[in-house]
């Protein structure tokens, strides 16, 4: 038994094949009248109207609002005009602000450094290819991205090398490629933004 369709599509797809059906094999349906074929039709091209009526409804009310907020954009480009204007004369009497609904420009908070990231854990995934992943500090500034440097354990041991820049990342991961073999290496993370650097996360010591 056939599903009688929900969709806006598919109800006018059957009804069309009904209207076409019915007028070419009317003998092979006694039981529906030209009566009730009729009024099938008229519903039929009165949905499509109204389909098409409110279609172009929408695209009214989208240019309609595209209009809108040409218009609000000028107003805006206008007011600040002003608004600049305004705040420049009245520098020594920010009170008279008030008269046109502004008020003084209050100071930005000063920005902090980031906090220093944290559980900085490495992860092999293949000849020379190592993931590092950290956490975010829990106080300080907000990050504007984070450096990502390594320190080389020199053949057969001593002091490490000097910390060195590899790359830089916008979020707490990162893929390295092409890393070293058989070599102690150090990773560390140092989270930046324009107020300054944070202290360095945790030490991961790896030998891929």
């Not at 074929?37 to 499509?48: F, P, R």
């Not at 695209?59 to 954009?73: E, G, L, M, P, Y």
């Not at 829990?138 to 057969?156: C, F, H, L, T």
Request: charged share 15%.
């Amino acid at each position: 038994m056939a599903v009688f369709p929900k969709s806006e599509t598919n109800v006018l797809a059957l009804a069309g094949q009904m209207i076409s059906g019915l007028n070419e094999h009317s003998s092979l349906y006694p039981s529906v009248s030209v009566e009730a074929l009729t009024n099938l039709s008229m519903a039929y091209t009165e949905c499509n109207n109204a389909i098409n009526a409110q279609d172009s409804a929408r695209a009214a009310a989208k240019n309609a609002t595209i209009a809108k907020n040409d218009r609000q954009s000028e107003l805006e480009e206008q007011m600040h005009k002003i608004l600049y204007l305004a705040e420049h004369d009245c520098m020594n009497t920010p009170g008279n602000l008030d008269y046109i609904g502004w008020s003084q420009r209050k100071p930005g908070s000063p920005l902090n450094p980031p906090d220093q990231p944290t559980h900085l854990t490495p992860s092999y995934e293949g000849p020379g290819i190592l993931s590092l992943n950290w956490r975010k500090g829990p106080n300080g500034g907000s990050v504007s991205n984070y450096r990502i440097e390594r320190s080389d354990q020199p053949a057969g041991g001593g002091v490490p090398g000097p910390w060195t820049l590899l790359t830089t990342s916008f979020t707490e991961n990162v893929t390295l490629q092409n890393q070293p073999r058989g070599i102690e290496m150090q990773y560390r993370i140092v989270a930046t933004n324009a107020a300054g650097d944070s202290l360095p996360s945790n030490i991961a010591t790896v030998v891929l």
